[in-house]
Structures are given as C-alpha cells and as structure tokens.
C-alpha cells in the first residue's frame, strides 16, 4: 500500500488524523483485504478509498499450492506489466515464512540459478517488497477464516529475502521495505524474525552490519576457492573471498551476530573432500568460528548443465565439516514441487 498516498488523500479529505493509523493498523496488523472490510471507518470513505487506492501493489496472476500444504508461490504481476515471484512456507507447524523478492530478474548472473538467466529488469519498490508480505498475510486469514485454530496461529511469522533479486544492489528500497516491517506502527516485526540473503556484495553486508546490526544475515557462498567461485558466480571477480573474509570480520565487530553460510550442493563440483576442507579452512580464517554456520542445499535442478550432490554425498560432507569443527546443517528444500525452492524463481 502506498502509505504517502493515503496520507495525501485522507488530508485532502479533510479527516481527522487518527483516520490514518487506524487504517494502517487495519492493512498492516490486522490484514483486511478490502477496505469495505474495515467497518470502523464511515462508508463513503470506505466506498472513495476502494475506488482511488489499490490496497496491493500488484495482482496474483497464479497461485500454486504444495499438496503437503507446507508451501505456496504466487506469481504477481506489477503495475507496469512485469511479473515477479514470491513464496510462502511453513518449515514447522504455526511457522510462516515469506520468500520475498526484490527485483524484477537479477543482474548477478549466477549459472546455477533460474532467476540469474533473466538478467535485470528493474529495481523493486519498497512498497512493491513489502505488499509480498501483505499479500500472503490476506492469504493466510481467508484461508483459516473458518478453521478452528486462531488467526495468531495463521499469520506470517518471518521474512526472508531470499526471492528474486540480489537484495544489496537495491539498498535504498529493501532499508526502506526493513523500516516498514520492523515499524510498530505498521507491520512491527521483530528485526531476528527477518533474514537478507546476499550473494556477496560487501559494501552492502558493511551497510547492513549498521542499518539493522538485528537483521539477519546469510551469504550465499557456495565455493571456498576463488577461481570456482569466479567460475559459477560472476559477483566473485569483483568481490572475491578476501573482500568477503574482510566484510564478515567488519560485520562481526559491529553486530557480534550469527551468519549463515549457504553452500549448495553441486556433484562433482564442490562436493569432495578437499572442497570441505577448502570451506573448513575459509572459514577458519574469518576467526569467529563460532559464529558462522554452514547451511547445505542440495541443488535444486534449473539446467540440465549440473546436477545436485547425492543424500549420501551432502551427508559425507556434512560430517566432514562437523569433525572439523565446523558447524553444519542440510536444509530440507521446501517448495520443489511447486518450483519455488531456491533458485527456481523465473517469474512464469
Ligand atoms: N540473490 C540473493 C538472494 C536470493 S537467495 C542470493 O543469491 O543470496 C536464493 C538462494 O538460493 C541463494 O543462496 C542462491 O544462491 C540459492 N540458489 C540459487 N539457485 C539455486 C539452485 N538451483 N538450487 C539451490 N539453491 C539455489
Ligand atoms: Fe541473483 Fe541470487 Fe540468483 Fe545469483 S543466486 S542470480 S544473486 S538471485
């Protein structure tokens, strides 16, 4: 919702000025669809407001939903004809967390992912970031509108920016989309139920690090050697594994907080032996041992160029990691069977 907009109008309309955070609270903390909804508000404004202010963004074009019940993905079509993806999941029972994207395609270009093939189209805006986290939290209450469970049971509960897009290369709205979903007025998420994934960009993570020392953070890093690394993700010919060893110690001595290393799985390309003691010895040289783990993502498959580790393979490697010291875990891929895993963002 455009908030400055609402703002103009309900002035222009001479209402008082609680009008606004009533409807705010109304949108962002109670989640009405409709305006018609909200019946504290006299029925001709509800009536003008409906007409004048589209409470989303964009229109869900396509909604797929998981048989398991544990996920959903929603193809959303922009105000300007373009389309993104966004994805609901459930890892565990009264958890629900949003997938969002940031940009329209990505300009990173990496060559395991769907969403790298599009190439860039354009920035999102904050609005446009943030309405992904309205849209399914309007889902969630029609769907338990009757169930027997409580809507605090059924809301969103985390965000992860984890959808289209590399988060750091639109700073300006995703800080903007963060204000919004941490504001108390508005969504007032707690800033540890929010995660930002980047593919590396240091000056963001630095950024970051200061912004919202709260946020999370998780780097996709997927190869401990630079020449790999350089290979599969073009991000790393400008900011390598040095420049990134040195924006994790940098973020380390601001927040003193977790980071999440997300390393997939790929057969026969990062997956033996020697690649876990490569990534043991990355990390070991960042120091703060304690503080980084290692996420394994078996490969979700976007081309038939590469193929994921097998079961056996990521828990060889996961122990691997384990007896040197580092900690580890497989992160169950939710989503595969509606293509809304990682990595299978491709806005179709
Ligand atoms: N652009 C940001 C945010 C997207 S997060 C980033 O890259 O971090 C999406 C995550 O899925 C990233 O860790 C990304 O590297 C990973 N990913 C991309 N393609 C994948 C694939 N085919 N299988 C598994 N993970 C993939
Ligand atoms: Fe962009 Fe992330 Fe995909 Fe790389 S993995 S192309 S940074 S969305």
Request: proline share 3%.
């Given at each position: 919702?455009?908030?400055?907009?609402?703002?103009?109008?309900?002035?222009?309309?001479?209402q008082?000025?609680?009008?606004?955070?009533?409807?705010?609270?109304?949108?962002?903390?109670?989640?009405?669809?409709?305006?018609?909804?909200?019946t504290?508000?006299p029925?001709?404004?509800?009536?003008e407001?409906?007409?004048?202010?589209?409470?989303?963004s964009?229109?869900?074009?396509?909604?797929?939903?998981?048989?398991?019940?544990?996920?959903?993905?929603?193809?959303?079509?922009?105000?300007?004809?373009?389309?993104?993806?966004?994805?609901?999941?459930?890892?565990?029972p009264?958890?629900?967390?949003?997938?969002?994207?940031?940009?329209?395609?990505?300009?990173?270009?990496?060559?395991?992912?769907?969403t790298?093939?599009?190439?860039?189209?354009?920035?999102?805006t904050?609005?446009?970031?943030?309405?992904?986290?309205?849209?399914?939290?309007?889902?969630?209450?029609?769907?338990?509108r009757?169930?027997?469970?409580?809507?605090?049971?059924?809301?969103?509960?985390?965000?992860?920016y984890?959808?289209?897009?590399?988060?750091?290369?639109?700073?300006?709205?995703?800080?903007?989309?963060?204000?919004?979903?941490?504001?108390?007025?508005?969504?007032?998420?707690?800033?540890?139920?929010?995660?930002?994934?980047?593919?590396?960009?240091?000056?963001?993570?630095?950024?970051?690090?200061?912004?919202?020392?709260?946020?999370?953070?998780?780097?996709?890093?997927?190869?401990?050697?630079?020449?790999?690394?350089?290979?599969?993700?073009?991000?790393?010919?400008?900011?390598?594994?040095?420049?990134?060893?040195?924006?994790?110690?940098?973020y380390?001595?601001?927040?003193?907080?977790?980071?999440?290393?997300?390393?997939?799985?790929?057969a026969?390309i990062?997956?033996?032996?020697?690649?876990?003691?490569?990534?043991?010895?990355?990390?070991?040289?960042?120091?703060?041992?304690?503080?980084?783990?290692?996420?394994?993502?078996?490969?979700?498959?976007?081309?038939?160029?590469?193929?994921p580790?097998?079961?056996?393979?990521?828990?060889h490697?996961?122990?691997?990691?384990?007896?040197?010291?580092?900690?580890a875990?497989?992160?169950?891929?939710?989503?595969?069977?509606i293509?809304?895993?990682?990595?299978?963002?491709?806005?179709?």
């Amino acid at each position: 919702m455009n908030i400055e907009k609402l703002e103009a109008f309900l002035i222009q309309k001479d209402q008082p000025k609680f009008r606004l955070g009533q409807i705010l609270r109304a949108v962002y903390q109670e989640g009405m669809a409709e305006f018609a909804e909200i019946t504290s508000l006299p029925k001709n404004l509800r009536d003008e407001l409906n007409e004048k202010l589209p409470i989303l963004s964009f229109v869900a074009e396509k909604i797929l939903e998981a048989k398991n019940g544990q996920s959903a993905k929603a193809l959303l079509k922009l105000a300007d004809g373009s389309h993104i993806e966004t994805v609901l999941i459930s890892p565990k029972p009264e958890m629900w967390s949003v997938c969002v994207s940031t940009q329209v395609g990505c300009p990173m270009g990496c060559r395991f992912c769907a969403t790298g093939k599009l190439g860039l189209k354009r920035n999102l805006t904050a609005e446009e970031i943030v309405d992904q986290v309205l849209f399914w939290k309007q889902w969630l209450k029609k769907k338990f509108r009757n169930s027997e469970l409580e809507i605090r049971n059924h809301d969103v509960s985390n965000i992860v920016y984890m959808g289209m897009g590399e988060p750091f290369l639109n700073w300006d709205n995703v800080s903007e989309s963060l204000k919004i979903l941490i504001d108390k007025n508005l969504f007032g998420f707690g800033s540890r139920a929010i995660s930002v994934s980047t593919s590396g960009v240091t000056e963001g993570i630095e950024k970051m690090a200061r912004e919202f020392p709260q946020v999370n953070l998780a780097i996709s890093l997927h190869f401990a050697d630079d020449a790999k690394r350089s290979e599969f993700m073009p991000v790393n010919k400008k900011d390598n594994l040095e420049s990134l060893r040195q924006a994790l110690k940098k973020y380390f001595q601001i927040t003193n907080r977790q980071v999440f290393l997300e390393y997939i799985m790929l057969a026969g390309i990062n997956d033996s032996a020697e690649d876990a003691r490569k990534l043991a010895g990355y990390i070991r040289s960042i120091e703060k041992l304690q503080l980084l783990h290692v996420n394994l993502i078996r490969y979700n498959v976007t081309s038939d160029e590469l193929q994921p580790s097998s079961r056996e393979k990521t828990e060889h490697f996961k122990n691997m990691l384990s007896e040197m010291g580092i900690s580890a875990t497989i992160r169950k891929s939710l989503g595969e069977e509606i293509q809304g895993a990682c990595g299978q963002l491709a806005g179709k």
